[in-house]
């Protein structure tokens, strides 16, 4: 009897574990899902908040994420992609590298919040840039750079050498081969990598906290030097920071669930270019 | 000129790979208009020799090399020569066929395009150079096709067009026909042949008969260092060294 | 000439790839000075000694006290929380991806973690205030559930995909010649998987552990929203905390520019930076020593 018992309490012991981890995604997408669709609709998502927040929508607030994601993205991915070429396509295995690589894993591990400190002291104050959009931009730029360029530098690696002397061969410069046959071959993988790491980006909070988010502004979003509103600090002022967080409840909820929803339409077109490509090869 | 001009050569050749030296004071000379195999057992260094003459160890930062390569009287290593000179009037073909993930023509107009050759000339020349490799009847109706859905022995011939229409001086071969079948082999020896006329052909090849088929020289290479050379019928006929003759007889590698 | 043109832009590309590579070290460095600057300037004003040792976080008393003790003791003990509950459900999930499951399994569950790592931490937070909290608060029986317990469990959700990933990435580089030793002689999958796969990538598994642990020590927002922020030494994990990034969250919105309590906020990030620091080279250090071990 036990001998047939034991491999099934083992078994289920790690089924359980597992079991859990699925259990805490479902219970946060059922809670979101079933607590903050009643507080979606097309006004909710076209139109600013009325009456000291307590009603109205969140269309500043995403407009916001989407200008602050894609100044992120225009900040980090150019700088990482061409510090993941010249790890993977120049950098010989110097100590120099090393130290590079060394960086980028440390960087990578630096606490969002440090990184908020870093942007107020060095865009904000140093460089004169006040709390604005740009320097909220720039902050989460440097925060996802690490990730950009581990994701190409992979992207990069999978690229066969017989391509690159294959370019050589016919006379082309190493720049060359690089732009015309590294880069085209590497693109999926490296647009995975850049999304899943925006879809990141659109959802830190500690890094804008004083670089630039606002509790509400009032003129319409999209002014680089100027403060803004994002979904994720809406989000945490609405549940915490706001005089009826009771009163506020659905409007929090509604903007959880627009936020999940950003992050996994971002999520989700990753895991589409990355089975598109799979299914080529 | 006499019969035998020098097209390429190298004198006291030596390259290292970190602390392993790999060739060894290696000195050869390939005349101009003839094929010339290099044989010899896997890690002789005849393949590390063939690359250092289109300077494809740049890239490896590990490598050193010292010796005097030239191209006709020009040296190619910190010369006049730039390595993108050197290597568009020396082209290679790799052993496994590595067409560029494009379309057939756009394969071998990736070439043309970088080196500047004018539009109109382009579509001529793609042409001529597919026929040149006998792989222009399979493939003139669909020259927008992926080069990577033909064949093995198409995409080497491919290859071998994409070298030759950039009219190089000397096409280097490495191994070319050993990921393929003997019929495609077959093709491809009747190609480098053909070839001839109008190339230095240098290539490295593991098959004593393909050596035999077609080059009119061949050396023979042992542990970094050529042991014998000279015209093929004699060296695998009336072998001069013990070891040659053990290696071409199939007694080792 | 064409070229002479075309080898000059190589030339300058490749100038301009290796400048990024050396800004990368540019930035790391520029965070370290900028704190290290920052602190400097704080111990200036304050003893380091009493920024150490001191018990009392309360910058704007009267005297100002800046002791870092307890909000040091409320991050570690909201980390030590969160890896309790982490620990053994990212290595028994890791061991169930490796070992257990399908292939057809894996490919669903694969997604999962890494759809349960992409929720913003600020929506985690949220959930421990509106769900967790009301939770704790019935069970416990206090006013409400914001506490230390709370900010572990949302923790330890946040760095479970870490763990497992890493973990899992350990125990299926363990050779199969192991397990079919450990087979051969009569063992089955349990025991297997406990005396032989486990500790064979026990260094991998503490990598991820490590990373598990930075992520968590590091986070801000689910521990600000999570666990009620008092700022009394905290007495347990019923009790409200108040962790160092928190801290600096709450207070750096308010601080005046260039004030001992401006300073003061960038003295604990420095701490934090170095703690971080500390536990990502440890982490690295085992990764390698896996991989030496692998190639073996």
Same mark, same amino acid.
Request: proline share 5%; charged share 15%.
């Given at each position: 009897?036990?001998?047939?018992?034991?491999?099934?309490?083992?078994?289920?012991?790690?089924?359980?574990?597992?079991?859990?981890?699925?259990?805490?995604?479902?219970?946060?997408?059922?809670?979101?899902?079933?607590?903050?669709?009643?507080?979606?609709?097309?006004?909710?998502?076209?139109?600013?908040?009325?009456?000291?927040?307590?009603?109205?929508?969140?269309?500043?607030?995403?407009?916001?994420?989407?200008?602050?994601?894609?100044?992120?993205?225009?900040?980090?991915?150019?700088?990482?992609?061409?510090?993941?070429?010249?790890?993977?396509?120049?950098?010989?295995?110097?100590?120099?590298?090393?130290?590079?690589?060394?960086?980028?894993?440390?960087?990578?591990?630096?606490?969002?919040?440090?990184?908020?400190?870093?942007?107020?002291?060095?865009?904000?104050?140093?460089?004169?840039?006040?709390?604005?959009?740009?320097?909220?931009?720039?902050?989460?730029?440097?925060?996802?750079?690490?990730?950009?360029?581990?994701?190409?530098?992979?992207?990069?690696?999978?690229?066969?050498?017989?391509?690159?002397?294959?370019?050589?061969?016919?006379?082309?410069?190493?720049?060359?081969?690089?732009?015309?046959?590294?880069?085209?071959?590497?693109?999926?993988?490296?647009?995975?990598?850049?999304?899943?790491?925006?879809?990141?980006?659109?959802?830190?909070?500690?890094?804008?906290?004083?670089?630039?988010?606002?509790?509400?502004?009032?003129?319409?979003?999209?002014?680089?030097?100027?403060?803004?509103?994002?979904?994720?600090?809406?989000?945490?002022?609405?549940?915490?920071?706001?005089?009826?967080?009771?009163?506020?409840?659905?409007?929090?909820?509604?903007?959880?669930?627009?936020?999940?929803?950003?992050?996994?339409?971002?999520?989700?077109?990753?895991?589409?270019?990355?089975?598109?490509?799979?299914?080529?090869? | 000129?006499?019969?035998?001009?020098?097209?390429?050569?190298?004198?006291?050749?030596?390259?290292?790979?970190?602390?392993?030296?790999?060739?060894?004071?290696?000195?050869? #000379?390939?005349?101009?208009?003839?094929?010339?195999?290099?044989?010899?057992?896997? +890690?002789?260094?005849?393949?590390?020799?063939?690359?250092?003459?289109?300077?494809?160890?740049?890239?490896?930062?590990?490598?050193?090399?010292?010796?005097?390569?030239?191209?006709? =009287?020009?040296?190619?290593?910190? $010369?006049?020569?730039?390595?993108?000179?050197?290597?568009?009037?020396?082209?290679?073909?790799?052993?496994?066929?590595?067409?560029?993930?494009?379309?057939?023509? =756009?394969?071998?107009?990736? $070439?043309?395009?970088?080196?500047?050759?004018?539009?109109?000339?382009?579509?001529?020349?793609?042409?001529?150079?597919?026929?040149?490799?006998?792989?222009?009847?399979?493939?003139? =109706?669909?020259?927008?096709?992926?080069?990577?859905?033909?064949?093995?022995?198409?995409?080497?011939?491919?290859?071998? #067009?994409?070298?030759?229409?950039?009219?190089?001086?000397?096409?280097?071969?490495?191994?070319?026909?050993? #990921?393929?079948?003997?019929?495609?082999?077959?093709?491809?020896?009747?190609?480098?042949?053909?070839?001839?006329?109008?190339?230095?052909?240098?290539?490295?090849?593991?098959?004593?008969?393909? #050596?035999?088929?077609?080059? =009119?020289?061949?050396?023979?290479?042992?542990? $970094?260092?050529?042991?014998?050379?000279?015209?093929?019928?004699?060296?695998?006929?009336?072998?001069?060294?013990?070891?040659?003759?053990?290696?071409?007889? $199939?007694?080792? +590698? | 000439?064409?070229?002479? *043109?075309?080898?000059?832009?190589?030339?300058?590309?490749?100038?301009?790839?290796?400048?990024?590579?050396?800004?990368?070290?540019?930035?790391?460095?520029?965070?370290?000075?900028?704190?290290?600057?920052? !602190?400097?300037?704080?111990?200036?004003?304050?003893?380091?000694?009493?920024?150490?040792?001191?018990?009392?976080?309360?910058?704007?008393?009267?005297?100002?006290?800046?002791?870092?003790?307890?909000?040091?003791?409320?991050?570690?003990?909201?980390?030590?929380?969160?890896?309790?509950?982490?620990?053994?459900?990212?290595?028994? !999930?890791?061991?169930?991806?490796?070992?257990?499951?399908?292939?057809?399994?894996?490919?669903?569950?694969?997604?999962?973690?890494?759809?349960?790592?992409?929720?913003?931490?600020?929506?985690?937070?949220? *959930?421990?205030?509106?769900?967790?909290?009301?939770?704790?608060?019935?069970? @416990?029986?206090?006013?409400?559930?914001?506490?230390?317990? %709370?900010?572990?469990?949302?923790?330890?959700?946040?760095?479970?995909?870490?763990?497992? !990933?890493?973990?899992?990435?350990?125990?299926?580089?363990?050779? %199969?010649?192991?397990?079919?030793?450990?087979?051969?002689?009569?063992?089955?999958?349990?025991?297997?998987?406990?005396?032989? !796969?486990?500790?064979?990538?026990?260094?991998?598994?503490?990598?991820?552990?490590?990373?598990?642990?930075?992520?968590?020590?590091?986070?801000?927002?689910?521990?600000?929203?999570?666990?009620?922020?008092?700022?009394?030494?905290?007495?347990?994990? /019923?009790?409200?905390?108040?962790?160092?990034?928190?801290?600096?969250?709450?207070?750096?919105?308010?601080?005046?520019?260039?004030?001992?309590?401006?300073?003061?906020?960038?003295?604990?990030?420095?701490?934090?930076?170095?703690? @971080?620091?500390?536990?990502?080279?440890?982490?690295?250090? /085992?990764?390698?020593?896996?991989?030496?071990?692998?190639?073996?």
């Amino acid at each position: 009897m036990t001998k047939k018992l034991t491999p099934l309490i083992e078994w289920g012991t790690l089924l359980l574990t597992t079991g859990l981890v699925c259990f805490f995604l479902l219970a946060i997408l059922w809670d979101l899902i079933s607590k903050g669709s009643s507080s979606l609709s097309w006004a909710f998502i076209s139109t600013s908040p009325t009456d000291g927040m307590t009603k109205g929508g969140i269309l500043p607030a995403i407009i916001g994420t989407v200008l602050l994601t894609l100044i992120t993205a225009l900040i980090a991915a150019p700088f990482g992609i061409c510090c993941a070429i010249y790890l993977n396509e120049y950098a010989a295995d110097s100590w120099l590298t090393r130290i590079i690589r060394a960086s980028i894993r440390n960087l990578a591990g630096v606490p969002s919040i440090i990184y908020g400190l870093f942007g107020l002291a060095l865009f904000v104050q140093g460089l004169q840039m006040g709390t604005s959009l740009f320097a909220a931009g720039l902050t989460l730029g440097l925060l996802s750079m690490p990730y950009i360029i581990i994701t190409t530098e992979e992207a990069l690696r999978r690229v066969p050498n017989s391509m690159r002397e294959a370019a050589l061969a016919v006379g082309a410069t190493q720049f060359e081969s690089i732009r015309d046959v590294v880069l085209p071959s590497a693109v999926p993988g490296m647009l995975t990598g850049l999304v899943l790491t925006l879809s990141r980006a659109a959802g830190e909070t500690a890094p804008i906290l004083f670089t630039g988010v606002a509790f509400y502004i009032n003129k319409p979003a999209g002014y680089l030097n100027q403060e803004f509103m994002a979904l994720p600090y809406h989000l945490y002022m609405l549940s915490t920071q706001h005089q009826a967080t009771e009163q506020v409840r659905p409007l929090a909820y509604g903007t959880a669930l627009v936020l999940i929803i950003v992050v996994f339409f971002l999520n989700l077109s990753a895991f589409y270019i990355r089975y598109q490509h799979s299914k080529h090869e | 000129m006499s019969k035998t001009h020098i097209k390429l050569s190298a004198t006291a050749a030596k390259l290292w790979f970190g602390n392993k030296q790999v060739l060894k004071s290696v000195n050869v #000379a390939f005349p101009q208009n003839k094929i010339t195999a290099l044989i010899g057992p896997s +890690g002789c260094g005849k393949s590390t020799l063939l690359r250092c003459f289109n300077r494809m160890h740049d890239l490896s930062a590990d490598v050193m090399i010292e010796g005097d390569f030239l191209l006709e =009287d020009q040296t190619l290593y910190n $010369g006049k020569l730039s390595a993108t000179e050197v290597r568009r009037r020396i082209g290679m073909v790799f052993q496994q066929a590595n067409p560029f993930p494009k379309s057939i023509y =756009d394969n071998i107009n990736y $070439g043309l395009q970088i080196n500047n050759i004018p539009k109109d000339q382009r579509p001529g020349i793609i042409e001529n150079a597919l026929k040149e490799s006998y792989i222009w009847d399979e493939v003139k =109706d669909d020259l927008q096709k992926p080069a990577t859905r033909l064949s093995g022995g198409q995409q080497q011939r491919l290859c071998i #067009a994409r070298a030759v229409a950039l009219r190089p001086e000397v096409i280097l071969m490495d191994e070319p026909c050993s #990921a393929l079948d003997p019929i495609s082999t077959a093709k491809i020896e009747e190609l480098i042949l053909r070839l001839k006329k109008d190339y230095t052909i240098v290539i490295v090849t593991h098959n004593m008969q393909q #050596a035999q088929r077609i080059a =009119d020289q061949t050396i023979f290479m042992y542990l $970094g260092e050529i042991i014998e050379s000279g015209n093929t019928k004699q060296i695998f006929k009336k072998p001069v060294n013990e070891l040659t003759k053990n290696y071409v007889k $199939g007694h080792f +590698g | 000439m064409k070229l002479a *043109l075309r080898e000059k832009t190589d030339q300058t590309a490749k100038l301009l790839f290796r400048m990024t590579g050396l800004m990368v070290i540019a930035i790391l460095a520029d965070i370290f000075f900028m704190l290290l600057w920052n !602190t400097v300037a704080f111990f200036l004003k304050v003893k380091p000694w009493d920024f150490i040792s001191g018990t009392q976080w309360n910058p704007s008393g009267n005297p100002a006290n800046y002791g870092i003790l307890p909000l040091l003791v409320s991050t570690s003990l909201v980390t030590l929380g969160a890896m309790c509950i982490a620990i053994p459900l990212g290595i028994g !999930t890791a061991s169930f991806l490796s070992d257990y499951a399908g292939r057809k399994l894996k490919s669903v569950l694969k997604p999962t973690i890494e759809m349960l790592a992409s929720i913003p931490s600020v929506a985690i937070g949220f *959930l421990g205030i509106v769900v967790l909290g009301p939770g704790i608060a019935r069970i @416990t029986g206090q006013s409400n559930g914001l506490n230390a317990l %709370n900010g572990a469990a949302l923790l330890a959700i946040m760095s479970l995909p870490t763990i497992i !990933t890493v973990a899992q990435d350990a125990l299926e580089g363990v050779p %199969n010649a192991y397990k079919e030793a450990s087979y051969s002689v009569g063992a089955n999958r349990w025991q297997t998987l406990l005396q032989v !796969t486990i500790p064979a990538a026990s260094p991998g598994i503490l990598a991820a552990v490590m990373l598990g642990v930075g992520r968590a020590m590091g986070e801000t927002m689910t521990v600000l929203m999570a666990t009620g922020n008092a700022s009394a030494f905290p007495k347990g994990f /019923f009790h409200s905390v108040r962790t160092m990034t928190a801290t600096i969250a709450i207070e750096m919105g308010e601080v005046p520019y260039q004030t001992t309590h401006y300073y003061a906020l960038f003295a604990i990030a420095a701490v934090l930076f170095l703690m @971080t620091l500390l536990v990502n080279i440890v982490g690295e250090h /085992f990764v390698n020593k896996y991989r030496k071990y692998q190639a073996a």
